[in-house]
């Protein structure tokens, strides 16, 4: 399989804990985006990488939140002393070239308790 | 206000019916998607356009971008087409024209 992959699909983890997300995004696509969905509500953007740049995080992170994408290739973000309100679906979508079309991962769900 | 304004919010048909959600927004854009997430979390483009009508299937996405207006229209539903339809759009003005902003979906059930 080619497609958007994440890991882990699901994680369940107690407040305080810190938390690490992947993504490995189609092979050769350049820009790569992290997004959060709650019940309910249409994605809202995070981050954005073109290649290994971290161009623009969004103001609905915290501190507490950081993404990395080494080698321009996979991507991790980080959740560190999670919340309750960090309990969403955190979407992966990579694309290739200029603006265009977005491939998405299947979403790592996260479960802050 | 959402940039990005969806209608229905919740949709049920009958296998067979046509049916048709809209989109709204307020922004100048680059490109309108549409995407299809299913229960679980993943989300597949089916659309991406930024003028006129294109199909796939039995799936037509239409837009006018002098009303920033745009449609997707099923026809023949049928059960598996149950699922979350999701239009965003990519904005063309500014810094975040590599971005897109999505509307809150609207949850279509065909019954058989």
């Known amino acids: 399989d080619t497609g958007v992959s994440q890991d882990p699909r699901h994680k369940i983890t107690k407040r305080g804990q810190n938390v690490t997300f992947r993504c490995d995004p189609i092979s050769e696509h350049n820009r790569l985006y992290w997004y959060r969905q709650t019940l309910g509500q249409g994605p809202e953007f995070l981050t954005y990488?073109?290649?290994?740049?971290?161009?623009?995080k969004s103001r609905l992170l915290s501190d507490r939140f950081s993404a990395e994408r080494p080698k321009g290739s996979f991507s991790t973000l980080e959740i560190q002393r999670t919340e309750q309100g960090d309990s969403a679906m955190y979407l992966c979508?990579?694309?290739?070239?200029?603006?265009?079309?977005?491939?998405f991962g299947e979403g790592s769900r996260l479960t802050v308790l | 206000k959402n940039e990005v304004e969806q209608s229905p919010q919740n949709l049920t048909a009958q296998e067979g019916e046509f049916i048709t959600i809209n989109c709204s927004y307020s922004?100048?854009?680059?490109?309108l998607h549409w995407l299809q997430q299913h229960p679980g979390g993943g989300i597949v483009s089916l659309f991406m356009l930024s003028s006129g009508k294109k199909k796939h299937g039995r799936l037509i996405a239409t837009i006018n971008i002098q009303e920033k207006h745009s449609s997707l229209h099923i026809t023949a539903s049928h059960p598996r087409d149950s699922a979350v339809y999701i239009c965003?759009?990519?904005?063309?003005?500014?810094?975040?024209?590599?971005?897109?902003?999505f509307g809150k979906g609207t949850l279509l059930t065909v019954n058989p």
């Open positions: 990488f073109q290649n290994e740049a971290q161009l623009e």
């Open positions: 922004v100048g854009i680059s490109a």
């Open positions: 979508a990579s694309g290739r070239g200029g603006p265009g079309e977005l491939f």
């Open positions: 965003a759009v990519r904005a063309n003005s500014g810094g975040s024209n590599y971005k897109l902003t």
